[in-house]
């Protein structure tokens, strides 16, 4: 086992990655306000019951609390952040300007993302700003790849020097049921040949394709030069569950388990809260089931687990799903 | 070729209504295939105007007439004394063109009557779609005949990103994810290891990003000028 002076960025999800036990990270969404509670309330609910917790960098296009000064939030609560940083809202001056802050502030770890579209700010009652401009100066590849620069030979992309290296562990997404199937394990290894230290998965239910497309994983030997967290988005109703089937990119839920969250429902009557409890209940089985599936397949170092804005099902998830306590390590 | 679209008409009006003699100029290549902007638009719009002016009780004299292109000095330069006689000139040329008789006019405004949309093709009559982006540093060879600048509502390089969905666009159904056409279109010309190159993050100065962009051929201008010295 490498001490501290073998890593790349010394932070705790680096840690429980090199030790070999399966990783959890979580997901942390920041609020549309000015107010740090919500942030710290969700972080002190995640605390202990992840290595570490994503903080999403306006997702779906939406104005929030910035995914840097939530990450510091959360930070100084206990919880360890995985800043994102999607492609979308800055151009490589001000993605580079960011990570020296975020390493400077005590940030490690971050996930380079495209972004959604800000066409997607304008969904359901928001107004959003469907208007803006978008940046896209780099994409996500590149922008491992800007960060490996960084971190391993202190040269910013133009190629002026850093004093001080920002030493990020550096993550990437992978949707495996995304079209099309077949190209993307080779992009997942353009990823890791640009320097991806881990990488999420879009969340997961259909395991079959899931194996099959880790089996191609493995025969390129990605798995092996980069951590790959299982995604699991924990469903909640079996409306969320058909939702992300019909209308979530690269997402398919299988007939079976839409059933089994409709059948759960339909016994409860017309008791709604009746309803509702059994369905999160399932929900919840259904999640940690996924969970032990996609950790047996071979190849994947951990999951990502999303309890959207139903952080308080993470204590319950991990307890059952074998993975509670989490590892700790002692300071260096 | 450029792609437009004649603008709102409220709007073309609340331009045009503060002025006496109007002269509505079109031009007659690429916006008259999108039926946008070419002479007979110019007609048509003309006519719309005095119209709106009869109906409102605006005294206003409105004409029309048109050329080839309006970008391109020898082609409007034997219309110029007309046209300075005007007191608007309302183009429906593409911006290129509103901009190219701006600087050559005089003190007489010029305003655009199309909003100036992209490059594009014809795929059927009555349907134009963006093809090419205009960013100075052609990747087309490395992707298979396909902009990723133009067609992927992000413009990545290293695409496509977890938004596709049945071959579409995360912005629209109807919309064609650029990078999934990419990508079959590779299979398909046997050269997908193209793709697993990753594309470097790109010089984008040579976009409109490096600022107004402008190309020389010397011996073209040399021989222009020593033509006209020689006379």
Known sequence: MGGIDNMKSGSNLEKVIASGKPA??????????????EVIKKANMLKGYCDAANITDCQTAVVRISSIAAAVLALREGLEPVM??????????AMQADLLGAAALGLKNCLCIAGDHQS?????????????????????????????????????????????????????????GGEPMDYRPYRLKKKVDAGADFIQTQGIYDIEMFKSQMEKVRNLGVHERTAILGGIIVPRTAMMLRYMDSSVAGVSVPKVLIERMMKVKDAAGDDKKKAKAAQEAEGIKIAVELIQQVLEIPGVKGVHIQAIEWESAMPEILKAAGLYPRPTFPDA | MIVGEQKPFEEIWDMVKGFKRVLVFGCNTCVAICHAGGNKEAEILASMIRIKAAEEGVPMEVRHAGIERHCEPEFFEPLMEEVKTYDLVLSTACGVGVNFLSERIGNIPVYPGINTEFYGAVPQAGVFTELCAGCGNCVLHLTGGICPVARCSKSLMNGPCGGTNNGKCEISQEVDCGWYLIVERMKKLGALEKLYQIQPARNWSTARHGGPRRVVLEHIKDLEEEEQKTG
């Open chain 1, 84 to 93: 994102q940083m999607t492609c979308r809202d800055r151009n490589r001056i």
């Open chain 1, 24 to 37: 959890v990270t979580a997901e942390l969404g920041p609020p549309m306000s000015a107010d740090p509670h």
């Open chain 1, 120 to 176: 997607f700010s304008a969904a359901g009652k928001l107004k959003g700003h469907p208007g803006a401009k978008n940046v896209y100066d780099v994409d996500s590849i590149q922008l491992v790849g800007i960060l490996k620069k960084m971190r391993d030979e202190s040269l910013q992309e133009g190629g002026d020097k850093l004093e001080v290296a920002p030493k990020f562990f550096i993550g990437a997404a992978f949707t495996p």
